[in-house]
Structures are given as C-alpha cells and as structure tokens.
C-alpha cells in the first residue's frame, strides 16, 4: 500500500504540474507518515544531510561559473572562431552550433544553459541564413545535451555522489562519449544541409582574420583548459576547479573582456542563486525518496523481477537503457539520477557493468531525455530563445535524437570508449 501511495500521488502530483522537487518531497513524506517507520522529523533531516557534501558544492560553483562565462562575452567568442573555422562549408552555421555548444559544455556543465547561451546567437543567425526553423532549433535543442555529457557535468557530479565514486573519473569517462555525440550531430548537420540545398556561407577567411580571432577568443578557449587540465593533473579537485571556474569567469568577463558590468552581475548572481536553489531542492526530495524506496525494499523487488525475466547480460543491459529512456522522458534528470541509481546501480555491477561505464550510460540517457517531451527541458529553452513554435521544433530534434542514440547503442556495448581514458590516467 505504501508504494502505491508513493507512486500514486507522485504521478498525480506531476500530471497537476506541480514542480518535482515538491512533487518528490510531498509525496515521500505522505508515504513516510502513513508507514511509521520513522519519525516526523526524518523529512527535514534527510533534506539537510542530503545536501551537505562537499562534492556537491562544485554544483553552484559550476552553475555559477557558466552564467558569468555566457553573460561575459566568452560563448560570442567562441562563435566568432567557430564562423571563421566553418562558415565557409556547406551547413557552416549548424556545424558551428554543435561546434560551439561543445565548447560551452565544457564551461557550463548544464544542458539548459549550453541552449540557452549558443541557442540566443546561432539560432537568430541560422533562421535569417534560410536554415528551417525545425532543423536549426532541433538540432541546437540535441546539440545542447552535451551540456552534461562532455564534462564539467553537474549530473555527473551528482551520480558520482550518489554512486560513491571519483568525480574526477567520471569526468574522465565522459569525455570520449560526448566527443563521439558532437562529431556525430555535426556529420548529421553537414548532410541535413547539403539535403535542404543549402549553400556554403563565408569565403575562406585570410591568415590574418583567423589568427586574430584566436587571439580575441583566446581566454574563452583557455577556459576549459584550466578547469579540466587542473582536475586532471591534479592540481586542484572538481569541486575547487569549479570555484576557480567562478573567479576565472568574473576576472575574463568583467577586466578583459569587460561585458559583465555591476548591474548584469547582479543579474547573473541572482540567476544562478535560483537555479542552485531548485537544483538542490531536487536533490534534497529526491533522496528522501529513495530512502522510501529503500526503506520499503523497492530497489531488491526491481532487482530479482528484471534478472527473473532476463539473464542474458547483453539484453539486460538494453532493458536499463530502454528504461531510463522512458524514465528520462517523464523526470528531470537530477532526480532520476538519485533515485534511479540505488536501484539500477548494483544490478549493472552484477554483470560486469563498471560503476562509471553505467554512469556514463545513465547521463547520455537522460541527455536525450531532456530532449524529448513532456519533460524536455532543451525543447523549451529552444523554443523560447528562437520563438519557433513547439511542435516544429519536437520534429525538428528527431533525426538527431536518432543520431544520439545509435552514438548510445556504442558506447553501450563498447566499455573501452568510456572506460579507455581514465585508464591513460591510472584511474
């Protein structure tokens, strides 16, 4: 009966709109009260302990180091190298998006905001070069995913919380995957265009335009060397890579490139404070959940019902993804991540599957998920950064969803793509 009502007023508290973490938070104290299992004063705790972790203090920091980096000038830049690299081919502008949100996903480490900061400047440019609406958002709506695949990645962090394992190497892990997801989408780009009949856009640029541009762009490239570079070669840990992401962003944006001034900086603190805020009030409900779940050994029922009905590891492991792909389509992908991994987690261990190989899969899946509706968060960021209607741009993301899940299908069944590097690291 607990479950039920668990389940039950979580799936109608979601369908009335109400925000998930409230949705998770309401519905895992009702079950809490109606089992007795524990006190009252459980809920409150559990919100409390959930989040104080330093690992997931690179979270804000991150959020943080994104808004200052997209509002000071650094993702126009990266642009400006990307147009003088590929506006001269056929598709220059969609290969310039993927190209661009590449980059920025390793600044932001957020999906949403990967969109929503390449989505503002490519997708106004992309529509008024004759680019279909539905092709230009869709595939900056997909291409957008990659926001929290190539790391820094806010989820990633999250599942290496959840999951008990380095953040560092799931970073690591990441990296192959999402270069072989952004090479993929730009491969679809190039020939959606040559199919749309587009022409190639810019002349060759000369020596000089290109080395001038680096040399504008230089400290929006050097971003993600430092952060990453310092993770890795151990200089400083993920968490305080990301405070050093924050400082970095400030310094570039408001003395060098002098874009973030004290009125927008205002702006882009108190952005990032509410996205903190919701970012950690689903964290902190959605664990609570799953010490429901766990409280009422939900996770050992999913367990010995999936390996009951499958046993082949090959097939077991196409049930997770199909899984989480539903999952993904109907939860946001922090929540999913908490919850989902507690129960998925030791079932993907048991047939071999590394702890950060099934990270990886798990962040693609809901990477994709926040692509597809109802709970597609890119589609509506894209949406409201181009004015495209909804529905053209839902058919617009579906040949790239594809594309994205056959990259998926080979990462699944390729362990040495995501676990490859971490192993160069001795990790």
Known sequence: MITAVLFGLL?????????????????????????????????????????????????????????????GGLSSRLINVGRLFFGRYTGGLAIIAVVTCMFFAAISGSGPATVAAVGSIMLPAMLKDGYRPGFATGLVASAGALGIIIPPSIPMVIYATSANVSVSKMFLSGIVPGLLIAFALIAYAWLQAKSDGLKPGDEAPTRTGMLAALNDAKWALLAPVIILGGIYGGVFTPTEAAAVGVIYGLVVGAFIYRELTLKNLYGVIADSALTTASVMLIVGSATIFGRVLALEGIPQMITETITAWVSQPWLLLLAITLLLLVIGTFMEALAAIIILTPILLPLAVSIGISPEHFGILMIINLGIGMVTPPVGVNLFVAVRVSGVPLEEVIRGSVRPLVVMLGVLLLVTYVPALTLWLPSLFGL
Not at 16 to 41: D, E, Y
């Open 11 to 71: 799936a109608l508290l979601l369908l009335l709109s109400v925000p998930v973490a409230v949705a998770l938070g309401i519905a895992s104290t009702v079950a809490l009260l109606l089992s007795g299992k524990v006190s009252g004063i459980y809920v409150p705790q559990g919100l409390v302990t959930s989040i104080d972790s330093f690992p997931l203090m690179a979270v804000p920091f991150f959020i943080l180091a994104g808004d200052l980096m997209g509002k």
